[in-house]
Nanobody, 125 residues
Framework: VQLQASGGGLVQAGGSLRLSCAASGRTFSSYVMGWFRQAPGKEREFVAA????????RYADSVKGRFTISRENERNTVSLQMNSLKPEDTAVYHC???????????????????WGQGTQVTVSS
């Protein structure tokens, strides 16, 4: 699976951005998909994940109520709608996929084996 993230940019605090991740392959619906982020000097951290069928979204506490993950399996895409952005949301955002057929949603980056190249999100105060 090859993943390509897009949609990052510079936005003021309180603003919104929508990230998208396009995936290759014909079995996209069999993959749990996640979004992670990494700020300079910090560990990669979990943001959100969603099941292959589009249900059971899971969020980090820091983004709950502000971010929404969704997917369109017919278009092989997963998106992250980010509202009420804060300066601490500034990071490189990566989409990732678990192995095909694995249904457990997890926040551990080590459980995801396919990664996109990342897109920069910068939130100014």
């Amino acid at each position: 699976v090859q993943l390509q993230a897009s949609g990052g940019g510079l936005v003021q605090a309180g603003g919104s951005l929508r990230l998208s991740c396009a995936a290759s392959g014909r079995t996209f619906s069999s993959y749990v998909m996640g979004w992670f982020r990494q700020a300079p000097g910090k560990e990669r951290e979990f943001v959100a994940a969603i099941s292959g069928g589009g249900g059971s979204p899971r969020y980090a506490d820091s983004v709950k109520g502000r971010f929404t993950i969704s997917r369109e399996n017919e278009r092989n895409t997963v998106s992250l709608q980010m509202n009420s952005l804060k300066p601490e949301d500034t990071a490189v955002y990566h989409c990732a996929a678990r192995g095909g057929g694995i249904t457990v949603i997890t926040a551990s980056p080590a459980a995801y084996i396919y990664w996109g190249q990342g897109t920069q999100v910068t939130v100014s105060s």
